[in-house]
């Protein structure tokens, strides 16, 4: 059993916890991930590992609650336990050698945005951190994201916070402004990553994308979170998760996302909770 040591609301859907799990502490890097499962009757589902701290033997996992198994992981409290933290799985992200990075998060994405960027910020390089959301109140890590960055910019669809647009209106700026990227790390929905490589691709600039697949046993077995990289069949599960953005099959990749999008839905409709914790 995996003890919740921490728990934080970082807006009204998106929950942070700390996990008890010193060897995944001791081991973990940027860009790995975990498999965990609640109980003996839950899925198991993948998270990226948004932070770990050796000493205190913690991992940081931060999920939004948009399926079941969201839900009823964020249900648990602090002194709570999971069943199963498997990790770290997936391949370390290699961040050296580089003088200047944009790391992009979008939404959800700036969870798994922040240890690339922290990592860049401890290896010394200038690092520019571009948030997209959809309005202010959706907003998280900005000031986690501020402290590991040298310039931060925010990009709101409806303006409420920062400038009104998309992350790839202030990529462009800051490229035609000079800014000097050796790399762009772009972290998110499937078609920002796309329209980010997209961009970066006229410029020569090196792109790298976080693929989060459908994924089952996280060991590239059941080929379940497989992706096209230059014409090549990829696991994101031990191949990836990040892979170069100007190779991914972003349009194969968003057709196989929707592909259980009506089993998800009749699940979520299915399940009723017995003890009114539904809200």
Do not use: W
Request: proline share 3%; hydrophobic share 40%; aromatic share 6%.
């Amino acid at each position: 059993m995996f003890e919740i040591v921490n728990k934080r609301s970082l807006n009204e859907q998106v929950k942070a916890m700390e996990i008890l799990a010193p060897h995944i502490a001791r081991k973990a890097k940027p860009g790995q991930f975990i498999i965990l499962r609640v109980s003996e009757e839950g899925k198991r589902i993948p998270l990226t590992i948004a932070g770990m701290d050796s000493e205190k033997g913690t991992v940081t996992i931060i999920f939004q609650e948009v399926g079941l198994t969201t839900r009823l992981l964020g249900r648990l409290k602090t002194g709570d336990s999971l069943l199963d933290f498997v990790g770290p799985l997936g391949v370390p992200t290699h961040l050296e050698g580089y003088k200047n990075a944009a790391v992009i998060g979008g939404g959800l994405g700036t969870a798994i945005a922040y240890p690339q960027a922290k990592h860049l910020h401890q290896l010394g390089t200038r690092v520019e951190s571009i948030l997209g959301f959809r309005t202010k109140d959706l907003i998280i890590l900005e000031n986690e994201m501020a402290a590991v960055s040298d310039s931060l910019f925010i990009a709101t669809d409806d303006g409420s916070n920062g400038v009104k647009g998309f992350v790839t209106d202030l990529l462009k700026k800051r490229i035609e402004e000079g800014a000097g990227y050796d790399l762009v790390i772009a972290i998110g929905p499937l078609v920002m990553m796309r329209a980010v490589s997209n961009l970066t691709r006229t410029y020569g600039i090196k792109t790298l994308v976080s693929m989060n697949p459908v994924m089952v046993d996280g060991t590239g077995m059941c080929g379940g979170c497989r992706v096209t990289v230059g014409g090549e069949t990829k696991f994101a599960c031990v191949d990836g998760p990040d892979f170069d953005g100007h190779l991914v099959d972003f349009d194969e990749a968003i057709r196989r996302s929707r592909m259980y999008g009506e089993e998800e839905r009749k699940l979520n409709e299915m399940h009723k909770c017995n003890l009114g914790l539904e809200k």
